[in-house]
């Protein structure tokens, strides 16, 4: 199975851009929480996204039981790409929340050598499901505020190279640092599978001009997170907080981008309606930056 997709310029006569969702969005929230697996409807939301014309679905793997996370168990993936063979819908990438919780700095030895360990079966599993990328997010309390920090992430997640390459499966940070530090920071790895996801929202809420950011990150930018947010405040529905969206999708054809777009945004009683509304929302600006 391959559904590894272009993150660059287009090349061979691509010409769409492809909308996933994050996991959870088309079915009832969990606990009032506005992300988390759906351990009772995952297998459900795959034929969801096949019905209302999503590309594919960014799995959820936080720590919570997560040695049960089917992407996690050899049984589950299993399952995972049976129901992409019944419904086309890939799995594009897995947002591994898990390192919020478990990041690979500020914590004692013993707990960076499990979250090694956690990340390199990641990796595999991802390669089994047909997933280009592993998203790592150090954002909110797992921010990057050191060198020791910084120091500690990229001797921790190197280790993990060697499977990644053999796999080749795509290692996506997200962080908070401005632009020139966050590529910065990638550069240091010196290696073409490290890669950034570009999130809407959080950016707005840093008060970053996405223009700066997009283009300083430029040719490693793999994925992007669509939601907005207040500046310093929480997630809004789209168009409602402080996402400058002309200026993403003018950066974003500036820079040649032909990645994947994913529905990460603000939670609604009418989920399935919600993610449509917002699928139409991206087209809009799709069809307007990159006609």
Not at 57 to 67: G, H, L, P, T
Not at 126 to 147: F, K, L, M, Q, Y
Request: charged fraction near 25%.
């Amino acid at each position: 199975m391959d559904n590894q997709m272009s993150t660059g310029p287009m090349s061979g006569g691509r010409s769409t851009h492809h909308i996933g969702v994050m996991q959870g969005r088309l079915v009832p929230q969990i606990d009032g929480r506005i992300q988390a697996f759906p351990w009772e409807r995952w297998r459900a939301e795959f034929e969801l996204a096949r019905r209302h014309g999503f590309h594919s679905i960014e799995f959820v793997f936080e720590a919570e039981r997560f040695d049960e996370n089917p992407i996690f168990t050899d049984d589950g993936a299993k399952e995972i790409t049976d129901l992409i063979d019944r419904t086309g819908i890939q799995v594009s990438s897995i947002c591994a929340d898990y390192f919020m919780d478990h990041p690979f700095f500020r914590v004692l030895s013993s707990e960076r050598e499990r979250s090694v360990e956690v990340l390199a079966r990641l990796i595999e599993q991802a390669a089994r499901v047909g997933a280009a990328r592993v998203e790592i997010p150090c954002v909110d309390h797992a921010s990057i505020t050191s060198e020791e920090d910084r120091q500690a992430l990229l001797k921790a997640v190197s280790r993990c190279l060697p499977v990644a390459e053999r796999h080749e499966v795509e290692l996506v940070f997200e962080t908070s640092l401005p632009p020139a530090e966050f590529r910065n920071l990638l550069e240091r790895f010196h290696h073409p599978l490290i890669k950034a996801n570009y999130d809407t929202g959080n950016s707005a809420s840093l008060g970053y001009d996405p223009t700066e950011e997009l283009t300083t990150l430029g040719e490693l930018v793999a994925n992007i997170h669509i939601k907005d947010r207040l500046l310093h405040g929480t997630t809004v529905p789209l168009g409602t907080g402080n996402a400058d969206f002309p200026a993403v999708f003018s950066a974003l054809s500036q820079i040649g981008y032909w990645g994947e777009f994913i529905l990460q945004t603000a939670r609604d009683p009418d989920d399935v309606g919600t993610a449509v509304r917002y699928r139409d929302f991206v087209k809009g600006y799709l069809a307007r930056s990159f006609s």
